[in-house]
């Protein structure tokens, strides 16, 4: 069965500390996504990938860097957390003709 | 630019009422959109709950139904008798179906029945 599966599901970090949330996909898709979602915002896209090696930049990439090390991995790492990045984190997956596949979240809190 | 826009929540009916979310969007950049509303319960992620990929068309899933209206840039979805499991978010989007596509996301609407 298709799937996405995020982890942690739950993180509490410090202020200027590394955090890394993982993706884990095993659609075969070829692009990935990682998405924060904020009360009163939609989902906002912070970095994509056409696949393994591959990352760009989405519309809020400042603060994040992304790491596609192969197709079913898709990582987001916060080098300097700040408590403006405290958020519920999505990853997605898709390929053409398909609907998005999202994760359960990872749930960020930064103090 | 390419948006979506969708009823402000949060929306609270009462169990057996019917159900109207409104979703419009704008897609500039992109030739033939695709539709979607996504669904979020309560501690789980977004889950597809229907989509439409042509225009004049009806999706359905679970109740609920929404209608690709091209003319209107529209895709409201609608249950005619919602029940307390109904309670979550949802989320309209907006993608194309080309090689690599950003999907646009409304803000989400959050549901609450009340039995």
């Known amino acids: 069965e298709a799937a996405v599966t995020q982890s942690p599901r739950n993180k509490v970090a410090v202020t200027g500390g590394k955090v890394t949330l993982s993706c884990n996909q095993t659609?075969?898709?070829?692009?990935m996504y990682w998405y924060r979602q904020d009360t009163g915002h939609g989902l906002r896209l912070i970095h994509y990938s056409y696949g393994a090696g591959s990352t760009e930049k989405g519309d809020i990439p400042d603060g994040y860097k992304a790491s596609r090390p192969s197709q079913e991995n898709f990582s987001l790492i916060l080098e300097l957390a700040t408590p403006s990045q405290t958020s519920v984190y999505f990853c997605?997956?898709?390929?053409?003709?398909?609907?998005?596949?999202f994760g359960e979240g990872t749930r960020l809190s930064v103090l | 630019g390419d948006s979506v826009t969708q009823t402000e929540g949060p929306v609270t009916v009462s169990e057996s009422e019917s159900l109207i979310i409104n979703c419009t969007y704008s897609?500039?950049?992109?030739?033939?959109?695709?539709l979607f509303w996504y669904v979020r319960y309560p501690g789980e992620g977004l889950q597809l709950l229907l989509k439409v990929i042509t225009a004049g068309q009806k999706g359905s899933s679970r109740g609920f139904e929404a209608t690709y209206n091209k003319e209107t840039t529209s895709f409201h979805l609608q249950k005619a008798s919602v029940q307390e499991s109904d309670s979550a978010v949802y989320y309209c989007?907006?993608?194309?179906?080309?090689?690599?596509?950003?999907?646009?996301f409304g803000k989400g609407t959050s549901l609450t029945v009340i039995p």
């Open positions: 989007a907006l993608g194309a179906n080309t090689g690599y596509q950003n999907f646009y």
């Open positions: 997605a997956s898709w390929d053409r003709g398909q609907a998005p596949l």
């Open positions: 659609n075969n898709h070829n692009n």
């Open positions: 897609a500039t950049s992109i030739a033939y959109p695709n």
